[in-house]
């Protein structure tokens, strides 16, 4: 079987793990720090505040910006549900845009009509690694005094007009689990240029504390491990060559799929780097289910990202989340993930090419 994802964990990673264990140093400390240095470096951003996962992360960020009950904050409703959630927990509600499908991160041009008095930020996902339109996202914000928080849990390294993906709204989360661009096992980042976001996530992550024991607000442990970032800063270092070979992997993909009927490849716009945490072809939706099956059955993995948009999940429908968004609802019914990690080695790739081909000619 190729998988869909398949994180790289080498030697380098364990002895470090191990060095972290003998060191004493098992939950936060100087590890942590590291990272956090090394990723606001790369981030090109002034600082990064780790925490337990990505979805600890943009809980974090969204609080440290002010945001609580009687706030909405706009985002797209094709992402996982972890962006939506962490809207919700902050007693906000998140209002969701369709989106653009050629790229499927929101589309622009329908966030203003979204915007209301109550609007405090906009949370755009650069979704499968593919930036999301921060030009125009920005430009809304400011207009409307709006803050941004990027979702860039599927992102790492990606760019924007040769921005790092990351530094292009007033705060952004990744997230580090074990299928992403780099991993920590679980983890997050939270990464911005505003020293007191930074100051009060900081806080946040750990019960409120302006020091120790002294509690200032209510905040939560969301703390990461010296364990996890110990692999994160050797992941850090391998993830420019992770996402070269991502990068390659779907060069290949696309070069090939280009030439078949009915599998439409995904699209890179120009000014972009995408980082293609998934690899996302479209078929049509009375042919999905059985292209995955051929796939599944000759040794192929696959994944759907995402079977349905966020207000359509049962939590959303209870909670009166009633919308309709054509476009993501579209998408939810005729994507398919197909392997793009790093991991994949030219007979993968080949074995791959050769499966969709036949699929195309055979049952499509
Ligand atoms: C777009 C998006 N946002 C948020 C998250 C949450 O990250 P985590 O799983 O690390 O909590 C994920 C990843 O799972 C994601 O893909």
Do not use: W
Not at 74 to 90: D, E, G, H, K, Q
Not at 178 to 193: L, R, W, Y
Not at 296 to 311: R, S
């Amino acid at each position: 079987m190729i998988p869909i994802a398949n994180p790289i964990i080498e030697d380098e990673e364990i002895n470090e793990v191990i060095k972290v264990l003998k060191s004493g140093f098992i939950a936060q400390g100087p590890k942590v720090a590291e990272f956090e240095e090394k990723f606001a470096e790369f981030v090109k951003t002034k600082y990064a505040i780790a925490t337990s996962s990505g979805t600890t992360a943009l809980h974090v960020a969204l609080l440290s910006a002010g945001i609580g009950p009687g706030d909405e904050v706009i985002t797209t409703p094709f992402t996982f549900a972890a962006t939506a959630n962490s809207v919700l927990y902050t007693g906000a509600s998140p209002v969701f845009v369709d989106i653009d499908p050629e790229t499927y991160n929101i589309d622009p041009e329908q966030i203003e009509e979204a915007v209301t008095d109550n609007t405090k930020a906009i949370m755009p996902v650069h979704l499968y690694g593919h930036p999301a339109e921060m030009g125009s996202v920005s430009k809304i914000a400011k207009d409307h005094d709006l803050i941004v928080i990027e979702d860039a849990a599927q992102a790492h390294g990606a760019m924007y007009k040769g921005k790092m993906v990351g530094s292009l709204g007033d705060m952004a989360c990744f997230s580090f689990y074990p299928t992403k661009n780099m991993t920590t096992s679980e983890g997050g980042m939270i990464t911005t240029q505003n020293k007191k976001s930074c100051e009060d996530s900081r806080s946040l992550r750990a019960h409120g504390e302006s020091s120790r024991y002294e509690h200032v607000t209510l905040g939560y442990n969301f703390r990461m491990t010296d364990i996890s970032a110990a692999i994160g800063i050797i992941q850090l270092k391998k993830l420019n060559e992770f996402n070269n070979r991502r990068i390659s992997n779907a060069k290949y993909l696309t070069e090939n799929i280009n030439q078949m009927q009915l599998i439409k490849p995904p699209l890179v716009r120009k000014d972009v780097k995408h980082v293609f945490h998934q690899y996302t072809i479209r078929v049509d939706k009375s042919k999905r289910d059985k292209l995955i099956k051929f796939l599944n059955d000759n040794g192929i993995g696959t994944g759907i990202h995402y079977p349905k948009p966020i207000y359509q999940q049962e939590l959303y429908q209870k909670l009166g989340y009633y919308y309709s968004c054509p476009e993501a609802e579209k998408a939810a019914d005729e994507v398919i993930s197909i392997p793009v990690h790093p991991g994949l080695n030219l007979n993968d790739l080949e074995i791959i090419v050769k499966t969709l081909d036949r699929a195309s000619k055979t049952i499509l």
